[in-house]
């Protein structure tokens, strides 16, 4: 059973390119999750997505970040006009959805490591 | 959002017991206790999770306070593989809460 799949693992940007990271949840997940890591600091949560819905985007930036996470297709977090500040690890995660959201596990992939140059 | 406390950092020597301990004083009765840990460049790892009693599974058991304001995580023999940081998340709904987590140094 694979597990969560991220891609690419390192992304490298220039200032005012746009950045596409991809998420495959885990087989029968349908709910997945990004986090934000800053270098030397813990996850951050930005948002919560079940197939064709955001859920939670509390965490999400105003500007330029948005996700989705389609019908068909694993879920994308954009960022546009990256900043050098945008440097960091994506994490994605994703948990079955079928124990309430207070009991469910969430398992997380091997990240995705933005650069911005 | 319950609030944790972790000690910053841990020792621990190679095939002895390792106890991380974790205050959430502010949890709300119905939040399960998640414990995670991230091994360097990597992304964060299930360890186990529990409600109000005590827990075990292969990697770790989990104790829990009766108060519930607290909880330790028990790895039983300490392997190199074992060096990481380790989180404490009560978790309060779709949002886990990372704080900074235990960095655990296992010394051979």
């Known amino acids: 059973n694979a597990g969560v799949m991220q891609n690419p693992r390192h992304l490298v940007r220039r200032r005012g390119q746009e950045a596409r990271l991809r998420c495959s949840p885990m087989?029968?997940?349908?709910?997945v999750y990004w986090y934000r890591q800053l270098p030397e600091e813990g996850l951050k949560f930005m948002v919560y997505?079940?197939?064709?819905?955001?859920?939670?985007e509390s965490g999400m930036p105003k500007e330029r970040f948005s996700a989705e996470f389609p019908k068909e297709g694993p879920s994308i977090l954009r960022i546009q006009q990256v900043v050098r500040g945008d440097s960091a690890a994506y994490f994605c995660a994703s948990s079955p959805g079928t124990s309430g959201s207070t009991t469910d596990t969430q398992y997380f992939g091997p990240g995705t490591r933005l650069t911005v140059l | 959002d319950a609030k944790t406390t972790q000690p910053n950092s841990m020792e621990s020597n190679e095939e002895e017991p390792v106890h991380l301990p974790c205050n959430h004083s502010?949890?709300?009765?119905?939040?399960?206790i998640h414990w995670y840990r991230q091994l360097p460049s990597q992304g964060p790892e299930y360890v186990i999770h529990g409600l109000t009693s005590n827990v075990n599974n292969r990697m770790a058991s989990l104790a829990i306070a009766e108060d519930r304001k607290s909880s330790t995580l028990i790895l039983h023999r300490a392997t190199l593989r074992d060096a990481a940081v380790y989180y404490c998340i009560p978790n309060t709904g779709n949002q886990f809460y990372f704080g900074t987590g235990t960095s655990l140094t296992v010394i051979p």
């Open positions: 997505l079940q197939k064709e819905n955001i859920i939670d």
């Open positions: 502010t949890i709300s009765g119905t939040d399960y």
């Open positions: 087989k029968g997940h349908s709910h």
